[in-house]
């Protein structure tokens, strides 16, 4: 089937699926050992092959990591970072929080002329976009603590992938030739690296990135020091030399990632389980599904006026928290009890209406739309002995800030640009913020990356997560709804139609068909205003069925080459 072909059955699914409330998805990918859902089938692979070759699924999310830098280049990574949330066979759960840092030098007006005003694209494209990199310190952490197989064997498959070649699929090479005119502008005058041509990319394309192999061969060989340190480390510092960016050797030598307690909250007789701050991800989600069972959502039809009005007038409302309240908790003091507190959450939605819309009008804000991207990616792994893992990575935007390390063959972040660059200005999500996320030397970013974990009356439940930016949590809280409300398994959940609402702009993000033409007229008449959008967020989910089997689903639907593989 040819793509526009294959869009437009599924495109009738979600249609569909929004008039009928739901549409049955039959489940066939049943496993007993363990299941790898990633963004693309070859990452997929890595990771069940080490399922297979014994090791546990922590095991399997650093190999898996380490691969999506050569197949996913636009978001996989070792120069950006991440977040994992674990949950061990013994119920134990923790999370690891591995996200970029501002540099030593970096500074609150950064991105500002000297008139205070954003100089537009600074936070975004070229050297003083760049996070301090967390991703390989991250790896190295989760692999101390829960890894059981060596080191060199979980770094071999990325190696192997970046010395051989990954064949390019249709959507990839879609990618990099959308992106083929920024990339190479932002790389004027180096040419050894597989990611710089003048010609597009082809289909089928065999891309081998020897600059990649050798600095993974470093990381299989010496650790954290073959990246933060020694050679790996001299060419980021001369890079960041070549283009002014401000990331330094002690910058580098000093970063560590951080384990912190992993976020628990309730929802009915789920247990969830998400990462705390400097994401804002667990604590919004936890604040929807607070409101969520509140307003006994369940009691609404899929798809209907009163399930997608209650969801944006709570959505409304937790995000200007999240612009308010929330940053790296390092360096603010995120008031995340009060927050969560019934009390005030009671009192922050005693004025929803089920009859009318509330407005964001008098809250200053820009006016960014939110972008339709899948730059960021989210793993999820179960293993034989019920350990799972849940992983959001990204380099923030498509192929970072877009430069490649000269000799490195690898893609910087431009997570810079998740900070809070001047107050109420939005980021490239729409996302405004405040003091809470304003830039200090190396603080981290706020982040709304939400892999999460959920337990159903005392066992593993679901392990999920989505790329999408300011559009993650909201996913994920959809997910959470329709499969704990509405009954939908794993795959149920994957392809139902998702909307995005995020206080400001004050609209109604719907995926094509997610709003039944009925639907649409009953919310524009309470004044809410619809903006379509192909696709809202990318979910990787496994379930576990009653009779302890997983189920694995990915979100083939809206990105053919992601794929779960289990046995
Ligand atoms: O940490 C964040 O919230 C963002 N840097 C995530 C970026 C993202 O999800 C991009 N796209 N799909």
Excluded at 143 to 157: R, T
Excluded at 199 to 228: C, H, M, S, W
Excluded at 504 to 516: N, Q, R
Aim: net charge neutral; aromatic share 8%.
């Amino acid at each position: 089937m040819n793509l526009k072909k294959t869009l437009s059955v599924a495109l009738a699914a979600l249609f569909l699926m929004a008039c009928n409330g739901k549409q049955a998805v039959q489940i066939n990918n049943v496993h007993k050992n363990g299941v790898v859902v990633t963004a693309h089938f070859l990452s997929s692979e890595v990771g069940s092959d080490i399922l297979k070759q014994g090791g546990n699924a922590f095991d399997a999310a650093v190999a898996v990591q380490f691969a999506l830098a050569v197949v996913y280049p636009r978001a996989g990574n070792i120069a950006g970072g991440g977040f994992a949330v674990i949950r061990t066979a013994k119920g134990e759960s923790e999370s690891l929080d591995f996200r970029e840092k501002a540099p030593k030098a970096a500074s609150e007006r950064m991105y500002l002329d000297a008139n205070g005003n954003v100089i537009e694209g600074l936070s975004q494209t070229g050297h003083l976009a760049v996070g301090v990199p967390g991703s390989v310190d991250g790896m190295v952490k989760l692999h101390q603590k829960y890894g059981s197989l060596g080191w060199e064997k979980l770094v071999q498959p990325a190696i192997n992938l970046a010395k051989n070649g990954v064949t390019l699929t249709k959507l990839e090479a879609e990618k990099l030739n959308a992106y083929r005119e920024r990339i190479n502008q932002a790389n004027a005058g180096k040419t050894n690296c597989c990611y710089i041509k003048d010609a597009d990319f082809i289909t089928g394309e065999l891309i081998k990135n020897p600059e990649l192999e050798n600095v993974l061969i470093r990381i299989k060989n010496q650790g954290r020091n073959g990246f933060y340190e020694g050679e790996t480390a001299e060419l980021i510092i001369s890079e960041m030399q070549r283009g002014k960016g401000l990331i330094s050797k002690e910058d580098l030598k000093e970063y560590q990632a951080v384990w912190r307690p992993a976020l628990i909250g309730k929802y009915r007789n789920c247990k969830i389980i998400s990462m705390p701050p400097p994401s804002s991800g667990g604590i919004a989600l936890m604040q929807l599904l607070n409101g969520a069972e509140k307003f006994n959502m369940g009691q609404y039809q899929f798809g209907s006026l009163e399930h997608i009005h209650l969801m944006v007038e709570l959505e409304r409302r937790v995000y200007a928290d999240r612009a308010t309240w929330l940053g790296d908790p390092d360096y603010c003091s995120v008031p995340k009890d009060k927050l969560l507190s019934d009390e005030y959450l009671t009192n922050r939605y005693s004025n929803i209406a089920m009859n009318s819309k509330s407005n964001s009008q008098d809250i200053k804000a820009g006016n960014v739309e939110v972008i339709e991207s899948f730059e960021t990616t989210h793993f999820s792994i179960v293993d034989k002995w019920g350990n799972a893992v849940s992983v959001t990575t990204t380099l923030n935007g498509n192929y970072g800030s877009k430069v490649i390390v000269e000799g490195g063959g690898f893609f910087l972040n431009n997570e810079m640009d998740d900070f809070s660059i001047k107050s109420g200005i939005p980021n490239q999500f729409g996302l405004v913020g405040g003091k809470a996320n304003a830039i200090e030397p190396e603080k981290r970013m706020l982040s709304s990356m939400t892999p999460t974990i959920i337990e159903k009356n005392g066992k593993l439940f679901m392990v999920t997560g989505s790329p999408g930016g300011s559009t993650i949590i909201t996913s994920v809280f959809q997910n959470i709804i329709n499969a704990v409300e509405f009954k939908m398994n794993a795959q149920e959940c994957v392809n139902a139609p998702r909307i995005h609402s995020q206080w400001l702009p004050d609209k109604v993000y719907a995926e094509t068909g997610a709003i039944s033409p009925v639907v649409k007229k009953e919310l524009q008449n309470l004044g809410h205003i619809i903006q379509e959008q192909s696709r809202i967020g990318m979910m990787a989910n496994i379930s576990v069925n009653p009779k302890g089997q997983y189920i694995g689903a990915a979100d083939t639907l809206r990105h053919a080459d992601s794929k779960a593989i289990g046995y």
